[in-house]
T-cell receptor
Framework: DAGVIQSPRHEVTEMGQEVTLRCKPI?????LFWYRQTMMRGLELLIY????????DSGMPEDRFSAKMPNASFSTLKIQPSEPRDSAVYFC???FGTGSSYEQYFGPGTRLTVT | QQPVQSPQAMILREGEDAVINCSSS?????VHWYRQKHGEAPVFLMI?????EQKGHDKISASFNEKKQQSSLYLTASQLSYSGTYFC???????????????FGQGTILTVHP
């Protein structure tokens, strides 16, 4: 079975540009998570969905960030406009079932560099 | 609030044992352990649920003391492949929007030398 798929794997963009990160969760999983990882802040949860519905977006840094999950097999994380401090590795993860009793499977990540 | 892991880093020789601790200031429902190698995604190791159980496979095991809000990961007879950063992720359990989310510790960097 294919794991979590993320695209692009690397993104370099200039400050002010719009960035869209994409994620395809593991088939059959009904929870999807977006994380950001930096040296300073570690691994932070940005938002998570259950059955395509956003449940908790308290980790989204500001209004420049938005996430959607139009169907069970696709999610996007958008940053508009991007800033240098958004540079990080963004991971998408999915799990089967609700609640924190289910293991999460991480995608390979998107390394974002904003210049 | 982020759980606290200790130690922050450790260096071992192949064959030595290691213990990594994870402490939370909040009541826990679950503790997850992940290992991340440089430039790669975190990989799930094991999950422990409220009930104080201990789990393990091969030479890696973990315990969960819900009263102390702590978990420990035990690495026995370490191998070179054990090198990486280990993260604990804690879940607060049922109710409210925190139901599904994990909060990760800052990580413990483990280096195993021949």
């Amino acid at each position: 079975d294919a794991g979590v798929i993320q695209s692009p794997r690397h993104e370099v963009t200039e400050m002010g540009q719009e960035v869209t990160l994409r994620c395809k969760p593991i088939s059959g999983h009904n929870s999807l998570f977006w994380y950001r990882q930096t040296m300073m802040r570690g691994l932070e949860l940005l938002i998570y969905f259950n059955n395509n519905v956003p449940i908790d977006d308290s980790g989204m840094p500001e209004d420049r960030f938005s996430a959607k999950m139009p169907n069970a097999s696709f999610s996007t994380l958008k940053i508009q406009p991007s800033e240098p401090r958004d540079s990080a590795v963004y991971f998408c993860a999915s799990s089967f079932g609700t609640g924190s009793s289910y293991e999460q499977y991480f995608g390979p990540g998107t390394r974002l560099t904003v210049t | 609030q982020q759980p606290v892991q200790s130690p922050q880093a450790m260096i071992l020789r192949e064959g030595e044992d290691a213990v990594i601790n994870c402490s939370s200031s909040k009541a826990l429902y679950s503790v997850h352990w992940y290992r991340q190698k440089h430039g790669e995604a975190p990989v799930f190791l094991m999950i422990l649920l409220k009930g104080g159980e201990q789990k393990g496979h091969d030479k890696i095991s973990a315990s969960f003391n819900e009263k102390k809000q702590q978990s420990s990961l035990y690495l026995t007879a370490s191998q070179l492949s054990y090198s990486g950063t280990y993260f604990c992720g804690t879940g607060q359990g049922s109710g409210g929007t925190s139901y599904g989310k994990l909060t990760f510790g800052q990580g413990t960097i483990l280096t195993v030398h021949p």
